[in-house]
């Protein structure tokens, strides 16, 4: 792989990929719809994350209140255990300081140890909720990281 960029997913065609690959990682109920992430690439909150190969995967955030809130992080399979995650949360990071942001935030499901072992190593703390989950009837953490 000769290149690794991230850039806004600031075309409506990403908005059918990532929704299929939503449709193949998770749970028909814990998918995000094509509408919502038009919506969200509508909005400039949607990256992509890509090579020459082409999309490896993507992310989403938000500003909620005064937190750059992260909704949706996913690495293509084949991807992972490469440390694109961590890159991609110091471009999040990149992001905050741009905008002022001093606080990020994220829930993940207490069944992905996987990701809470990542948080966990990148300065992430459990905190006190300030921002409601996506989904309110899934078991999950609310993390932060003060910058």
Not at 14 to 37: C, G, N, S, T, V
Not at 54 to 67: A, D, H, L, P, Q
Not at 94 to 121: P, T
Request: aromatic share 16%.
């Amino acid at each position: 792989m000769k290149f690794l960029q991230i850039r806004l997913a600031d075309d409506f065609i990403y908005a059918d990929e990532i929704a299929e690959i939503e449709r193949k990682y998770f749970p028909a109920d814990e998918a995000f719809d094509r509408e919502l992430i038009l919506d969200d690439i509508m909005k400039d909150r949607y990256y992509i994350v890509e090579s020459e190969d082409g999309m490896m995967g993507y992310f989403s955030v938000e500003k909620r209140k005064e937190i750059l809130y992260i909704a949706n992080i996913l690495i293509i399979k084949k991807y992972r255990g490469k440390k694109y995650s961590k890159f991609i949360l110091n471009h999040i990071e990149f992001i905050a300081k741009l905008n002022n942001i001093k606080i990020i935030g994220l829930h993940v499901f207490s069944k992905n140890i996987v990701a809470i072992n990542l948080y966990m190593q990148s300065g992430y703390k459990t905190a006190m909720e300030r921002i409601k989950p996506f989904y309110e009837d899934k078991e999950s953490y609310y993390y932060e990281k003060i910058l």
